[in-house]
């Protein structure tokens, strides 16, 4: 099983910056695609940004040009820089990876983080 540890949230001003990280370990066989996804009070759960073993990465229309996804494969680590917050981006954040499992499937298991709560103030 996987563990996933998230960090780096918190309260930022409108306009300022936070970076999450999520730190994945256990038995872990190849990493495929990591993802970022969040939830408001009262709306789903929706994915902000995902990125691939090989660096491709897709954003949700609302925060491309403001967000980056990263990561280090060699730390098993995924990073979102946001930049330019807003206070509609204040919602709980889940990391999300997709590992391979032993058959080598693009997608064997799926791993949940805790969630990082992150409030941007007007």
């Known amino acids: 099983q996987v563990q996933l540890v998230e960090s780096g949230g918190g309260l930022a001003q409108a306009g300022g910056s936070l970076r999450l990280s999520c730190a994945a370990s256990g038995t872990i066989f190849s990493i495929n695609a990591m993802n970022w996804y969040r939830q408001a009070p009262g709306k789903a759960r929706e994915l902000v940004a995902g990125?691939?073993?090989?660096?491709?990465?897709n954003y949700a229309d609302s925060v491309k040009g403001r967000f980056a996804i990263s990561r280090d494969n060699a730390k098993n680590t995924v990073y979102l820089q946001m930049n330019s917050l807003k206070p509609d981006d204040t919602a709980v954040y889940y990391c999300n990876v997709e590992d391979s499992g032993e058959l080598g499937y693009p997608i064997g298991y799926v791993y949940w983080g805790q969630g990082t709560q992150v409030t941007v103030s007007s």
């Open positions: 990125i691939t073993r090989g660096g491709s990465t």
